[in-house]
């Protein structure tokens, strides 16, 4: 990470994307634009530049021109916006082309394994390795950044792109400049479909990879070269997105684990809480509840806000959730100066696997299971395991992250032989091979075993050290475990019953127990690792009990031995530790609007205790509140939506 100061180095993000439709350049007017932007709040704007339609008068002959330029130009909605402060990202789309350039340049689009193209009202996808992305998108960003003064570049759908709008999944690109590539890397043919167990199709995504890598950081170099005050999205700040669609679970955490993966990378986070319900309907809006969620958990976990609607803020004809971020913005201005710069002083990191998909059921279990007991924690995918996220942490989460590398299986046993404590669920480091971790006590690879009423009980002893679970004694793990063998030393807890008969009821009961444990703690070097051969995580997210919450506790609190810092505290509040200077901030997020797949306004909470490490002088609550701080104990005596406390270290 460079340490060169740019104007995004804390710089107070407050981005509203806008995202054109060809329609909204019509009769646009640069000054009503940046005025409405500025009253919204924002510091940052993202509007459409190129790529699928040009948003300028573009002399590039394949770069075609919107129809629709007949206001203000390009360059005076950049200059308006300038002049109110207000920094302007260019946002690319180079995924499609018109169908008439298709014609002309039909090498260039992405081809399915009959040979097909992938066509859709009017534009045809390209491929990455075509000339089209290698050359002419030069061309294009460099015309676009020495006419315009644009601020940063945001190139959407990068990479290869194999779903279309209708949801359906095309594969892999087949075209002649793919398939000569791989050829000449690896002597191998394309494959033609997706075979996540043929090691040809695994080994032909690793060389998409590595193409989408040197594609961006070509167009990097072509951006940077102009000048290195334009801000490149992956490079300079991160964007993501919160978001909804139909017939998408909701994820209720999404802004909170966006957010804190980037701030933990020491990017700027720019995490998108999008505006619409989804590709069906783009100008119906979401609740205003979920809409002030994201934006405070943006906030409290990255210091920073963003918002992503259709079309203008002044045509826009669903403005229902405007207010609700508007609010979040003006909080976020107020106090602007204090959240620049803030550091996590979380101890707990937790490590989810790289590749996910719409949903990772295990990791989104432990952010639930965590939110819910107050534990402070970052994210991290297994890639970011390096020994800098492992710095001033105490305790390491491996949700079902089996595919950490042997290096990074190193750092942790490390980690964990100086005094750290780990704790792995599922598959996380037991893959019996160099990819395994030593620090877990299990001499080699697990069996599985699927089950469908198996479940574990806790002995006397156990109850005694697992006191939540000792309430509800008869543990679920779901639909499979893994049976281990382990090294002498390791010390095992709850002991598994053998599948009963699944009915009738009258003999539904078990017969015999097994030695085989539920869980098992080891002490290593200084430090502990515990086992859970189950997905504690799943289950929990799957089907919420609290007999599932209850271990997963026992586990942090009673295992680990983490501090409570707010024991009393309502489980829907979310609480988010920072540090700056002399200060150590608290945010606590009220979510308990969240209601089956719904979102209200949260339910109003009085008379809130927490036990915040460290020795402080005095507290301060900001939106609203009174703290006081008495024998060490930070009394809050209400909570709204959201609240942020700052303590004066002594």
């Not at 002049?83 to 090498?107: C, L, N, T, W």
């Not at 959730?321 to 909080?331: G, I, L, S, Y």
């Not at 965590?370 to 800098?388: I, N």
């Amino acid at each position: 990470m460079s340490n060169a100061k740019h104007w995004w180095t804390n710089y107070p993000w407050r981005m509203v994307q806008t995202n054109f439709r060809e329609i909204d350049m019509d009769g646009i007017d640069a000054e009503s634009y940046a005025r409405s932007l500025a009253d919204f709040g924002a510091t940052v704007v993202t509007l459409n530049a190129g790529g699928i339609l040009a948003s300028y008068e573009s002399k590039l002959p394949y770069h075609t021109v919107s129809k629709y330029l007949t206001g203000s130009s390009l360059k005076e909605i950049v200059d308006a916006c300038h002049k109110r402060g207000i920094r302007v990202i260019a946002r690319m789309d180079f995924s499609k082309i018109p169908y008439a350039v298709y014609e002309q340049h039909p090498d260039w689009a992405f081809r399915t394994a009959d040979g097909g193209i992938v066509h859709q009202n009017g534009f045809v996808q390209t491929c990455q390795n075509s000339e089209y992305q290698q050359e002419k998108v030069m061309e294009i960003l460099t015309e676009l950044l020495t006419t315009h003064p644009f601020d940063g570049v945001y190139c959407n759908m990068s990479g290869f792109v194999a779903t279309g709008y209708d949801g359906r999944i095309y594969g892999m690109c087949t075209c002649d400049r793919c398939k000569a590539g791989f050829q000449a890397a690896f002597h191998l043919d394309v494959p033609d479909k997706l075979d996540s167990k043929n090691p040809v199709t695994m080994r032909y995504m690793g060389f998409q990879a590595g193409c989408s890598k040197k594609l961006r950081a070509k167009m990097t170099a072509v951006i940077k070269a102009i000048s290195p005050e334009i801000a490149v999205d992956k490079v300079d700040y991160l964007r993501s997105e919160s978001h909804t669609d139909i017939d998408i679970p909701i994820w209720v955490y999404s802004a909170s684990s966006h957010a804190r993966q980037t701030a933990f990378s020491g990017l700027v986070c720019d995490n998108a809480s999008v505006d619409y319900m989804g590709f069906r309907y783009r100008e119906s809006s979401v609740s205003p509840g979920v809409s002030a969620l994201r934006q405070w958990q943006n906030l409290a976990n990255a210091g920073t806000t963003s918002v992503y609607v259709i079309g203008r803020l002044d045509n826009h004809r669903d403005k229902s959730t405007f207010e609700a971020h508007r609010k979040v913005f003006r909080f976020h201005k107020a106090q602007e100066a204090l959240l620049t710069g803030l550091r996590s002083a979380a101890e707990v990191l937790l490590v989810m696997k790289s590749q996910q998909s719409r949903s990772d059921p295990e990791s989104f279990g432990w952010i639930r299971a965590l939110t819910a007991s107050h534990v402070p924690f970052d994210e991290v995918k297994t890639s970011g395991v390096t020994e800098y996220a492992l710095k001033d942490k105490k305790l390491v989460i491996l949700a079902d992250a089996k595919d950490l590398q042997p290096e990074q299986c190193a750092l942790l046993d490390a980690f964990v032989q100086k005094g750290g404590m780990l704790v792995s669920s599922g598959d996380s480091g037991v893959r019996g091979d160099s990819s395994s971790l030593q620090c877990l006590g299990i001499e080699k690879a697990p069996e599985r075993k699927k089950t469908v009423s198996t479940v574990f009980t806790l002995t006397d002893s156990d109850a005694q050290v697992l006191k939540r679970s000792a309430e509800a004694p008869i543990i679920a793990p779901g639909s499979e475990i893994r049976v281990c063998a382990y090294a002498p030393g390791v010390k095992k807890l709850l002991r598994t019953e053998p599948e009963p008969h699944y009915g009738p009821p009258e003999i539904a009961y078990p017969t015999t127990e097994t030695e085989n444990p539920g869980l098992t703690v080891h002490s290593f070097g200084s430090g502990k690792a515990v086992y859970i051969p189950w997905f504690c995580g799943s289950f929990y997210h799957n089907e919420g009990y609290t007999n599932t919450l209850n271990i997963m506790q026992d586990v942090l609190f009673e295992l680990c031995g983490l501090p409570q810092i707010a024991p009393g505290l309502h489980p829907s509040v979310e609480l988010v530790l920072k540090k700056k200077e002399n200060k150590t901030v608290v945010f606590l997020i009220n979510a308990s609007g969240y209601f089956g797949n719904s979102f209200f306004d949260p339910i109003p909470m009085a008379d809130i205790e927490l036990h915040i490490p460290g020795h402080f002088l005095k507290a301060e609550a900001l939106n609203g509140g009174q703290a006081v701080l008495e024998n060490g104990v930070l009394h809050l005596n209400k909570l709204d939506d959201f609240e942020m406390l700052v303590l004066e270290e002594n």
